[in-house]
Nanobody, 114 residues
Framework: EVQLVESGGGLVQPGGSLRLACVIS????????MYWVRQAPGKGLEWVAW???????ALAASVEGRFTISRDIAKNILYLNMHSLKSEDTAVYYC????????RGQGTQVSVSS
């Protein structure tokens, strides 16, 4: 059974940092492309970051230079490292096995506010 379990969200001030984690079970990270997507209040799902099964990935323009996507292959965990957070980053963040987020975990809330 495939399970994606996100954690690490919280309330942070503008300019702060958070690291989100997605613990994966049911398949190996190296076998699939993985994504982080987010959903801001009142908006649809937005692709944020992608890492292919083979390694290096890409980021959406809105987070380029502030976020990075990484993984711990031994632990089968996907990470989203977020820095210089802005109020517009406030959203529920999900890890997913596709860019549309149709197959995703339960999400973790990130709130950026002073």
């Amino acid at each position: 059974e495939v399970q994606l379990v996100e954690s690490g969200g919280g309330l942070v001030q503008p300019g702060g940092s958070l690291r989100l984690a997605c613990v994966i079970s049911g398949f190996m990270l190296t076998s699939r492309d993985m994504y982080w997507v987010r959903q801001a209040p009142g908006k649809g799902l937005e692709w944020v970051a992608w890492i292919p099964h083979s390694g290096r990935g890409a980021l959406a323009a809105s987070v380029e230079g502030r976020f990075t996507i990484s993984r711990d292959i031994a632990k089968n965990i996907l990470y989203l490292n977020m820095h210089s957070l802005k109020s517009e980053d406030t959203a529920v963040y999900y890890c997913a096995t596709d860019a549309s987020g149709s197959d995703r975990g339960q999400g973790t809330q990130v709130s950026v506010s002073s």
